[in-house]
C-alpha cells in the first residue's frame, strides 16, 4: 500500500514537472526611433529688402531659426555676388560683412563674416537645438565711401544651409 502511495504521489510530482516545464513564455521586442531632422528658417526684416545706402551703417536684416535633434550641426552660408550689393543697372558694387549670433544677446565683437560664392561654415554647434529652435540674429554691415553710389537698385542673395557634421 506505501508503495502504491509512493507510486501515486511520483507520479503526480512528474506531472507536475511536465506541467511546469511545458509552461511558455512568450516575448516582444519594442523597436523605437527617432528621425534626424534638420530644418532653418529664415524671417527677414522689413529694413533687408530696404536698406538705406546713402550713410554707413550696421542693422539687423533677418532672424534665422535652426531647428535640430542632431548633437553636432554647422551652418554655412553664401551669396551670389560675392558678399557685395550689386546695381542692377550700372553695376556699381558695395561690399559688405555679416554677423551671425544668438538674439537677446548684445552684439560683442563676433567675428565679421565675409561671404563668397562658394559655401562656408559660420557656425559650428555641438549640441542640439531647443524643441522650439534656437534664433540667430543676421545683421549686415556697409561702409559707404566718399561721394557715394550711383542711382541703381542694389541685391544679393544670400543662401543659408544647415547639415550635420
Known amino acids: 500500500m506505501k508503495r502504491k502511495i509512493k507510486k501515486k504521489l511520483f507520479l503526480a510530482i512528474l506531472s507536475l514537472v511536465f ?41 539687423k536684416i533677418a532672424t534665422v531659426t535652426e531647428t535640430t535633434n542632431i548633437k553636432a550641426f554647422t551652418v554655412s552660408m553664401l551669396s551670389i555676388n560675392g ?30 563674416i565675409t561671404l563668397t560664392n562658394v559655401y562656408q561654415v559660420v557656425f559650428l554647434a555641438n549640441s542640439k537645438t531647443n524643441r522650439l529652435g534656437d534664433a540667430k540674429d543676421l545683421v549686415i554691415s556697409y561702409t559707404i565711401i566718399q561721394g557715394g553710389l550711383p542711382a541703381d537698385t542694389y541685391e544679393d542673395t544670400i543662401y543659408i544651409l544647415i547639415e550635420p557634421v
Open 83 to 112: 558678399g557685395s550689393l550689386v546695381g542692377n543697372s550700372v553695376g556699381a558694387t558695395l561690399s559688405y560683412t555679416l554677423e551671425y549670433y544668438d538674439t537677446g544677446t548684445t552684439p560683442g565683437t563676433p567675428t565679421p
Open 19 to 59: 506541467a511546469i516545464c511545458n509552461i511558455t513564455a512568450a516575448n516582444v521586442n519594442v523597436t523605437a526611433s527617432v528621425t534626424p531632422g534638420l530644418t532653418i528658417s529664415i524671417s527677414a526684416e522689413p529694413s533687408a529688402s530696404n536698406l538705406v545706402l546713402t550713410t554707413s551703417t550696421t542693422i
